[in-house]
């Protein structure tokens, strides 16, 4: 279900808008979904979050896609 572009779309606005808990949890799935297009986009993201939580799920979500 997370696979459509749709779904990733909603996964990747919630990721950069939401509540640090659901940004956290946002970046899991686009991780674990490992489309390498969020790579270079997830990196950038990261560059900016100041949540320690958030960090560490962006972080995971990136080697989960360079990875793969």
Known sequence: AFHTPEAQAVLWTV???AEPNERGAA???LGKIGDPAFLSPLISLLEKETDPEVRSAGEHAIQ???SR
């Open 27 to 29: 970046l899991t799935q």
């Open 64 to 66: 989960l896609i360079e």
């Open 15 to 17: 990721a950069k808008k």
